[in-house]
């Protein structure tokens, strides 16, 4: 069982950054791909970015690429999300997520056993 509790959302203006936290609950933190998805109002949910268990390789959206990085740190349980030149169009709730598994699945939300819940990002234009 994981636990996962996001936080570092807010308000911010277009242009700005903001970093995202998920702690994780549990010993096999780092033995898990951890992934970020968002879900604007009236649209489905989408992903992100994620990241493997050894942190060694990275996916993200076309629509972030360049932009956010994600991170994890095993030692502390937490995967990070560094959200740079945001835009009004990142505005959403972002979750954190869990899976046991790696490859091109981790693009969708089907193979994340675990979510957080939530935290609201706001960009203002």
């Known amino acids: 069982q994981v636990q996962l509790v996001e936080s570092g959302g807010g308000l911010v203006q277009a242009g700005g950054s903001l970093r995202l936290s998920c702690a994780a609950s549990g010993r096999t933190f780092s033995s898990y791909t951890m992934g970020w998805f968002r879900q604007a109002p009236g649209k489905e949910r989408e992903f992100v970015a994620a990241?493997?268990?050894?942190?060694?390789?990275?996916y993200y959206a076309h629509s972030v690429k360049g932009r956010f990085t994600i991170s994890r740190d095993n030692a502390k349980n937490t995967v990070y999300l560094q959200m740079n030149s945001l835009k009004p169009e990142d505005t959403a709730v972002y979750y954190c997520?869990?899976?046991?598994?790696?490859?091109?699945?981790?693009?969708?939300?089907?193979?994340?056993?675990?979510w957080g819940q939530g935290t609201q990002v706001t960009v203002s234009s």
């Open positions: 990241i493997s268990w050894s942190a060694g390789t990275t």
């Open positions: 997520a869990a899976a046991n598994r790696w490859g091109i699945e981790v693009l969708s939300t089907t193979p994340y056993n675990y």
